[in-house]
């Protein structure tokens, strides 16, 4: 977390439990943060979705997949995740050998869909213990939102 203050100074804005409202004419998006579930386990839906309509479109910014059942429940539209890394270890065709089993597997890499919750999990750049990919290129992403 100290990494927090320093690219907070450098303008990038985090959302530890917290919201934004993003508007364009009469539509609205309400950007949505939770703190890492994994590490400080923190994370507060509750916190970070005070004064937000319960109409309004959600996308979520959460540190890993894993949330995607209490997103479901509180009405989240869309979840973007990191954290898995993508499996970094992959079978050619990118079947995910081993991974902390925090999430279900088809969560662990690109988009899904989990019930009515649409997601993506971001491969990202880094590696988590092992300094290794095999089969699990990085990735950045760039989303564009459409209105449906």
């Given at each position: 977390?100290a ?65 995607h ?76 939102l459409?209105?449906?």
């Amino acid at each position: 977390m100290a990494k927090v203050p320093a690219m907070e100074a450098a303008g990038i804005r985090f959302l530890l439990n917290e919201n934004v409202v993003l508007r364009r004419g009469d539509a609205e998006l309400y950007l949505i943060g939770i703190d890492d579930p994994n590490f400080y386990k923190t994370h507060s839906f509750e916190r970070a979705l005070r004064g937000v309509p319960v109409q309004a479109t959600k996308v979520l910014l959460s540190h890993s997949p894993q949330t995607h059942a209490l997103a479901a429940e509180h009405g989240i539209d869309f979840l973007m995740a990191g954290h898995t890394h993508g499996g970094q270890i992959c079978m050619p065709g990118g079947h995910i050998l081993m991974h902390d089993g925090s999430s279900p597997r088809h969560l662990l890499a690109g988009a899904w869909t989990e019930g009515t919750l649409q997601g993506y999990t971001s491969r990202g750049t880094g590696a988590s213990g092992l300094p290794a990919r095999i089969n699990c290129p990085s990735e950045v992403t760039l989303h564009t939102l459409r209105c449906g």
